[in-house]
């Protein structure tokens, strides 16, 4: 588990996902600012942040969870051939 916190003194949303391979990751948050920006490797990412929370996935195919505060995300709907984009 590789965690990232970067707001512990605001009231925080969790992000967790978890990736069966290499899977290129930026995430933002609420203001813009950069959570994570790089490559994902297998393993369960949590991060955590004021939201929300913007994703852009790169070959997503390779993460096979997606939880937001505890509840499952559906990013079928956001998949567009290799990438998939959402807040």
Do not use: M
Request: proline share 2%; aromatic share 10%.
């Amino acid at each position: 588990v590789v965690e990232y916190n970067l707001a512990a003194d605001l009231e925080t949303s969790q992000l967790v996902l978890e990736s069966t391979g290499d899977c290129w990751a930026s995430i933002k948050g609420s203001s813009g600012e950069s959570v994570f920006d790089g490559v994902l490797k297998a393993g369960e990412h949590r991060f955590s942040g004021v939201a929300p929370f913007s994703l852009v996935l790169g070959k997503p195919e390779n993460i096979a969870k997606i939880l937001y505060d505890g509840t499952l995300v559906d990013d079928k709907n956001f998949r567009v051939k290799r990438v998939a984009r959402f807040n």
